[in-house]
């Protein structure tokens, strides 16, 4: 049965004493931040080149490039990540992404086509979610049953502080080194190298540590392979018939994920046209790092105050005045298409989007079977990607050039209203 109420003695202080938690939390943060610093590159490669104007559905065509193609895959990771042992994939994938990035630095230098540069990106950033549905299915391996909200709300939360840290180092890394592609080789360069560092501290967890729980002997890779449609439409089934509260929260934060993806295009578009000269690299570059970094400050905070609002709204409750807040405060600060109340709009939104985020963790960890966990998150990775490229491509039908577009945010603070009461009802009848 799902625990709406946590005990109150889930405290941070509690998490941080365990040796577990730390070395899972300390991967986290570093193979993240390494993906701050690499994302930071592609940014600046595909967006901010002062000799190429990006539009709209550039960056969209770009988000699915990196995005969609491990959508597809992403269902089959979770078979693995329920048969391989966990600590492994961490540990291979971030080393196999020192080994992209050093590649990948080499080709910059040598003057590489684009498409060659958005390969390395997607098979980068296609690890990358695999590492990520990992990190979640192992986190109940590592705490108790009753720190999962707090967990939930310190792990996935600091990385994504983590993630925005490194996005920072990566723009002040391209903004110091000289113009071109050095600059680019270099941060994707350092992302390497912060790559290695997390498969180290990996390779410190130990071996079986994370799980998953295997029950009797296991098919061959071959085997495994060959019944994976059918595990997964058993975790689907599981799902549906026995998780009902996980099912209305994976509905719910992909809706927020798709609306997070609208409002990150239309900032981009803002920063580079609206709030500075198309021309100034370095002017774009900032005002993107700035929402970057408020936007950081959002989960940072969402974080701190989830535990404290779970407690006393229960996670349905918290969920619904996360979507239903979006609703009021989008268009409330984002209309007036000025830079210093769509950064407060920035911060506002990432404290929604990860409170979101953290309810639907804790309930898809409380709700689902260890045996079923992995192939759970790889498909709950998988609707929030597709989410987040669907509302990308949809905004470039919409958006013009400089971002400023009232029908957009209006209707997007619309689809969060009804969001939000759709799921209040659905909890309620749960």
Known sequence: MITERPPREATLSGLLRGHGFRQLLTVRLLSQLSDGVFQASLAKYAIFSPEHQSSPTEIAAALAVVTLPFSVIGPFSGVLLDRWRRRQVLLMGNLVRFGLGLLTAGLLLGGVPRWAFYGAALLMMGINRFILSGLSAALPRVVAPSELVTANAVSPTLGTVSAACGAGLGF??????????????????????????????????AVDRLGPELRGELPSLRQALAATWFDLLGGVRHLVRDC???????????????????????????????????????????????????????????????PWCTRRLGLSGWMTTCLAGTAVLVPALGLTFREAPVMAAALLLGVATQGTKICADTLVQESVEDEFRGRVFAIYDVLVNVAFVAAAGVTALVLPLNGRSAPLLLGLAALYAVGALLYHRAARRT
């Not at 798709?258 to 900032?286: C, H, I, K, P, W």
């Not at 790092?289 to 905070?301: K, P």
């Open 172 to 205: 002040l890394v391209g903004l110091a080194a000289p113009a071109g592609a050095a600059a680019n080789a270099l941060t994707v360069a350092l992302s390497a190298l912060l790559y290695l560092s997390a498969a180290l501290a990996a390779q410190r967890i």
């Open 244 to 306: 009902r509260p996980a099912v209305h929260a994976l509905a719910a934060v992909t809706l927020a994920r798709f609306g997070y993806g609208m409002l990150t295009v239309m900032v981009l578009m803002l920063s580079r046209y609206t709030f500075n000269d198309a021309a100034d690299e370095q002017g774009g570059l900032a005002s993107l790092g700035l929402a970057v970094g408020l936007s950081a400050v959002g989960f940072f905070l969402a974080a701190v105050i989830s």
